[in-house]
């Protein structure tokens, strides 16, 4: 789902990973668009998801429902367009590109919201498993997509989350192949982060999860694996934006599939132990 | 601000730490109330506040943005008296001994709300420190204010909590006294239980909190230090009640202080690693 004109903004300059998160907001703000993965390393990227105040109650309320899935980091009051996490941010302006929603339906993609912008929008920023990814790598686990140059792989299950009001949908994972020696330091470093997906919520065969075909994810990219490889996967955070394709709320705004919002936070403030 | 007439359970019947969370609840049900630490033992205990649909949005906001204060296991929806952590549960009837709230003020406590249920109450029901304090016990670490036979001693702060619409208030903390050889052990075993509190806010002088004196708690009973010990400082979940006598919302049910809903889940399972 990605926008195959915007390449990785880690390819597009090779110094992306060092940029302050302040910095990367500023060109992005500037019209800088790509997928995000490894900008402004360690700090922590989130999923923005902005609903018109009158679904904010529901969308909090998924969440709350479905933690794994929608760890919230913040929540803005109706109309502001900054947030506690980062400093000087204006959200409709400093992601790289967005995703706007009428109905359900796709209906535009820009790298700036003012004009869609309504001020009775309230903005949800949810953790993001790039913050897992760094501990994983710290522990020496090998993250094959991020090996392979690709995208991670996510697969909507038949897992159904719990509905909250008006707000239903299917549990999105993504899906990550780790060798079996390591596969007990991914368990662990992901479960000390339970405010960004926290420990798996499945390993082994996809069937459990109602997914038929690992090779043909339904965003993302597919990965390959290592015979012996154990397929782990994790709740995603594009649950939310397959709640709102399911669920039909008459407006939102998104972040387009991995071009994520930079917070000033560091991705190891939200481990617990 | 325990009813000292209601006596600990634990003390009124010797097998109350083997009671099942149901057969606790069907106690409770019949009339038997009293502070509940002990019982069930194993079992979550969880704080009970219950809003007007019309509050619902603001006290899900205040716990999102004080998590370690209002870490929200569970959210009704409006009018629905049970709750996916305990089977067959009744919210108007199965805790020991409520709380009353009619503008901030506390107008009863009596031990069933049949008689003030509204159908458009919504229903929080939110971690409590009876959880880590198991951990902190299985690791080892001498919990004071149980071996004196007392209730923990909370403070109300100089921190304020974020506010949320209407919703502000003080945070407020528990304190327990821990000896510096097993400091590391509380503050490991609590982290690793983020759901029901997690790591303290605070270690050292109480004058930081804002706190004159420890021997003087704003609830709870005062404990006994020995002289190396360290002022350990939780966030406390009787924080929300102090927001609701700050804001004072029309209407508001809570269980009364030390008198908790026994759920059917079980304390290792907020425990992420």
């Known amino acids: 789902m990605n926008r195959t004109e915007d390449r990785p903004l880690t390819v597009v300059d090779e110094h992306a990973?060092?940029?302050?998160?302040?910095s990367a907001r500023a060109r992005f703000r500037d019209g800088l668009a790509g997928p995000t993965a490894g900008v402004a390393a360690g700090h922590t990227q989130v999923n923005l998801i902005s609903v018109p105040a009158d679904w904010a109650y529901d969308t909090l309320l998924f969440c709350q429902r479905n933690p794994k899935a929608c760890p919230v980091l913040?929540?803005?009051?109706?109309?502001?367009?900054?947030?506690?996490?980062?400093?000087?941010?204006?959200?409709?302006?400093?992601?790289?590109?967005?995703?706007?929603w009428q109905d359900g339906e796709l209906v535009d993609e820009p790298t700036d919201v003012r004009a869609y912008w309504r001020d009775d929008l309230v903005s949800f920023l949810i953790g993001c498993s790039f913050t897992f990814e760094w501990a994983l790598a710290g522990a020496g686990v090998p993250i094959r997509h991020i090996q392979?140059?690709?995208?991670?792989?996510m697969y909507v299950t038949s897992r159904r989350c719990r509905p909250a009001g008006r707000l239903r949908g299917p549990l999105v994972v993504s899906m990550r192949p780790v060798p079996p020696e390591h596969l007990s330091a991914a368990l662990r470093e992901s479960s000390l982060l339970p405010a960004v997906h926290g420990s798996p919520v499945h390993c082994g065969p996809a069937s459990a999860l109602g997914i038929e075909d690992l090779g043909r994810p339904d965003f993302g990219d597919p990965v390959d694996a290592e015979p012996d490889d154990i397929p782990v996967f994790w709740a995603c955070g594009v649950t939310p934006q397959a709640a709102v394709m399911a669920s039909r709320?008459?407006?939102?705004?998104?972040?387009?599939?991995?071009?994520?919002?930079?917070?000033?936070?560091?991705d190891d403030q939200y481990r617990v132990a």
Do not use: C, I
Request: charged share 20%; aromatic share 8%; hydrophobic share 40%.
């Open 148 to 153: 392979q140059g690709r995208n991670v792989p």
């Open 249 to 266: 709320p008459p407006f939102a705004l998104t972040h387009a599939p991995g071009q994520m919002f930079l917070t000033d936070a560091r």
């Open 74 to 100: 913040d929540v803005t009051d109706a109309g502001d367009v900054t947030t506690a996490l980062a400093d000087g941010a204006d959200l409709r302006t400093d992601l790289p590109r967005y995703r706007v």
């Open 17 to 22: 990973h060092a940029w302050s998160p302040a």
